[in-house]
């Protein structure tokens, strides 16, 4: 076992848990599912069959990542933030045939208490502020706040605001790093820092 589970997680047959994650206490992860490699879960997480967690995602306590969900590399999803898998959920009907899709793209982060409705992508990039509820998609380098949430500005990739000038060009104060907005999307100007 290349991955450390607490005593009190429980985990079911058929997963592919990657080497060096960290599976804390009372978690469950449940059967056909992928963690990658450096992960760590947090105390009281749920994820799903079939579930998909890429590299270095940190999970915090409390989240429940249902069956349709699928984390790329490097995803932060905040404490007690929650997805959804069904748009109109019915106790008396059974809709396991109708889950959707939500994918959380590289580098995102999702703030504590945040709701994504199903079905809803999350860009590159993006940060979800806490209790933000998504009904709709989330560009890459998005910040988005509020209920129902609301485009408010832009993140650089180490998460701190971008301010464009009136050539539409954004420095990260923090890593120097130059961002463009072009046509109402940002993108990442240069590969190596100025």
Same mark, same amino acid.
């Given at each position: 076992?290349?991955?450390?589970?607490?005593?009190?997680?429980?985990?079911?047959?058929?997963c592919n848990i990657g080497k060096d994650t960290k599976i804390w206490h009372f978690s469950h992860i449940m059967?056909?599912? /992928?963690?990658?490699?450096?992960?760590?879960?947090?105390?009281?997480?749920?994820?799903?069959?079939?579930?998909?967690? #890429?590299?270095?995602?940190?999970?915090?306590?409390? &989240?429940?990542? *249902?069956?349709?969900?699928?984390?790329?590399?490097?995803?932060?999803?905040?404490?007690?933030?929650?997805? /959804?898998?069904?748009?109109?959920?019915?106790? @008396?009907?059974?809709?396991?045939?109708?889950?959707?899709?939500?994918?959380?793209?590289?580098?995102a982060s999702i703030g504590a208490n945040a709701t994504i409705v199903c079905g809803n992508d999350i860009g590159?990039? %993006?940060?979800?502020? %806490? #209790? %933000?509820?998504? /009904?709709? @998609?989330? =560009? !890459? *380098? %998005?910040?988005?706040?509020?209920? !129902?949430?609301?485009?408010?500005?832009? &993140?650089?990739? *180490?998460?701190?605001?971008?301010?464009?000038d009136a050539n539409g060009i954004g420095v990260c104060k923090e890593s120097n790093e130059k961002y463009e907005?072009?046509?109402?999307?940002?993108? =990442?100007?240069?590969? /190596? =820092?100025?």
């Amino acid at each position: 076992m290349d991955y450390f589970a607490h005593e009190t997680a429980v985990i079911d047959d058929n997963c592919n848990i990657g080497k060096d994650t960290k599976i804390w206490h009372f978690s469950h992860i449940m059967s056909n599912c /992928t963690i990658g490699e450096h992960c760590n879960l947090g105390q009281n997480v749920v994820v799903s069959p079939n579930v998909v967690l #890429g590299n270095n995602v940190k999970v915090q306590n409390n &989240v429940s990542i *249902y069956t349709g969900v699928i984390c790329e590399d490097d995803v932060f999803l905040g404490p007690s933030m929650v997805f /959804t898998n069904v748009i109109n959920p019915r106790s @008396a009907v059974v809709r396991k045939n109708e889950y959707q899709k939500t994918l959380v793209k590289k580098g995102a982060s999702i703030g504590a208490n945040a709701t994504i409705v199903c079905g809803n992508d999350i860009g590159e990039f %993006a940060f979800i502020g %806490a #209790g %933000a509820v998504i /009904t709709k @998609a989330v =560009k !890459p *380098y %998005a910040l988005v706040v509020g209920n !129902p949430a609301k485009q408010i500005g832009w &993140v650089s990739e *180490y998460g701190h605001r971008l301010e464009f000038d009136a050539n539409g060009i954004g420095v990260c104060k923090e890593s120097n790093e130059k961002y463009e907005l072009l046509d109402g999307n940002v993108i =990442k100007k240069d590969l /190596t =820092k100025c």
